[in-house]
Nanobody, 124 residues
Framework: QVQLVESGGGLVQPGGSLRLSCAAS????????IGWFRQAPGKEREGVSC????????YYADSVKGRFTISRDNAKNTVYLQMNSLKPEDTAVYYC?????????????????WGRGTQVSVSS
């Protein structure tokens, strides 16, 4: 059974940092993409970043480039999202999801399984 569990969210001041984790289980395919997404109240879910299982290639939304870093630990089946220089507009529920192909994209509609999310709040 595919399972994705996010953790690491919380309340942080502007300029602060958080590291989110996505623990994955239940799949052993060679090629898949894990992505991070976020959804703020009243807004559509948007893609933040993704990473390939095969070669570790990454992709970022323009809004987080230079501030967020996605990484993976295959031994732990975990993907991380290091978020630095956080801004109030980064406040959202953050989700991770998996898609069964080697094509990197952060379009939410392309993803097959989703975690339940973790809340990130950036406020002074």
């Amino acid at each position: 059974q595919v399972q994705l569990v996010e953790s690491g969210g919380g309340l942080v001041q502007p300029g602060g940092s958080l590291r989110l984790s996505c623990a994955a289980s239940g799949f052993t395919l060679d090629y898949y993409i894990i992505g991070w997404f976020r959804q703020a109240p009243g807004k559509e879910r948007e893609g933040v970043s993704c990473i390939s299982s095969s070669d570790g290639s990454t992709y970022y939304a323009d809004s987080v480039k230079g501030r967020f870093t996605i990484s993976r630990d295959n031994a732990k089946n975990t993907v991380y999202l290091q978020m630095n220089s956080l801004k109030p507009e980064d406040t959202a529920v953050y989700y991770c999801a998996v898609k069964w192909s080697a094509i990197a994209t952060i379009a939410p509609r392309e993803y097959d399984y989703w975690g339940r999310g973790t809340q990130v709040s950036v406020s002074s």
